[in-house]
Nanobody
Framework: QVQLVESGGGLVQVGGSLRLSCAAS????????MAWYRQAPGKERELVAS???????NYADSVKGRFTISRDNAKNTGYLQMNSLKPEDTAVYYC????????WGRGTQVTVSS
């Protein structure tokens, strides 16, 4: 059974940084890739960043140059380093597999105060 557990969110001031983690069990990020999504209040969930099984990365235009996605294959854990945070980055952040979506975890709240 696939399980995804996000952590690392919190309250941060504009310009600050956070590092999110996503621990996965039941299926491998190494072969399936992984992605980060976010959902702000009143908005649809959107794709923020992805990394394929082969290690290719892609980012939403809104986070390019500020966010970095990575993974640790040995730990089957993914990360999202978020720098230069803006108020519009405030959202619940979720991770999932890149190749095909599985059941969502609870997410982790990121709040950027101005």
């Amino acid at each position: 059974q696939v399980q995804l557990v996000e952590s690392g969110g919190g309250l941060v001031q504009v310009g600050g940084s956070l590092r999110l983690s996503c621990a996965a069990s039941g299926s491998s990020f190494r072969f399936n890739g992984m992605a980060w999504y976010r959902q702000a209040p009143g908005k649809e969930r959107e794709l923020v960043a992805s990394i394929t099984g082969g290690g290719f990365t892609n980012y939403a235009d809104s986070v390019k140059g500020r966010f970095t996605i990575s993974r640790d294959n040995a730990k089957n854990t993914g990360y999202l380093q978020m720098n230069s945070l803006k108020p519009e980055d405030t959202a619940v952040y979720y991770c999932n597999y890149y190749s095909s979506l599985r059941s969502w975890g609870r997410g982790t709240q990121v709040t950027v105060s101005s």
